[in-house]
């Protein structure tokens, strides 16, 4: 059983930082891509940034220059550091690995139960 806990979410002032961090637990082999979607209320979930065992990443464009991506694939851990944060960047946050390889025959994805970030004006 694969689980992601994400921890780091909470209220902060529009110019502000965040860092969130996402742990997968369990018994697995490898994870092809980690990253972090959000959805805000009434809106799509979208992907925000993402990142490959490799290191390739990728971000939504509205992050660039702000968010920034990272992942420590001994540990099974990725985080997304939030710099000049924005009322419009509110949301629920939530964690994806997806290709994760156990001992299934199958890669699955995962998702994790989402943090609030909360960016008052």
């Known amino acids: 059983q694969v689980r992601l806990v994400e921890s780091g979410g909470g209220l902060v002032q529009a110019g502000g930082s965040l860092r969130l961090s996402c742990a997968a637990s369990g018994t697995i082999f490898s994870i092809n891509v980690m990253g972090w979607y959000r959805q805000a209320p009434g809106k799509q979930r979208e992907l925000v940034a993402s990142m490959t065992s490799g290191g390739s990443t990728n971000y939504a464009d509205v992050v660039k220059g702000r968010f920034t991506i990272s992942r420590d694939n001994a540990k099974n851990t990725v985080y997304l550091q939030m710099n000049s944060l924005k009322p419009e960047d509110t949301a629920v946050y939530y964690c994806?690995?997806?290709?994760?390889?156990?001992?299934?025959?199958?890669?699955?994805?995962?998702w994790g139960q989402g943090t609030q970030v909360t960016i008052s004006s």
């Open positions: 994806n690995a997806a290709g994760v390889r156990t001992f299934s025959i199958t890669a699955n994805t995962y």
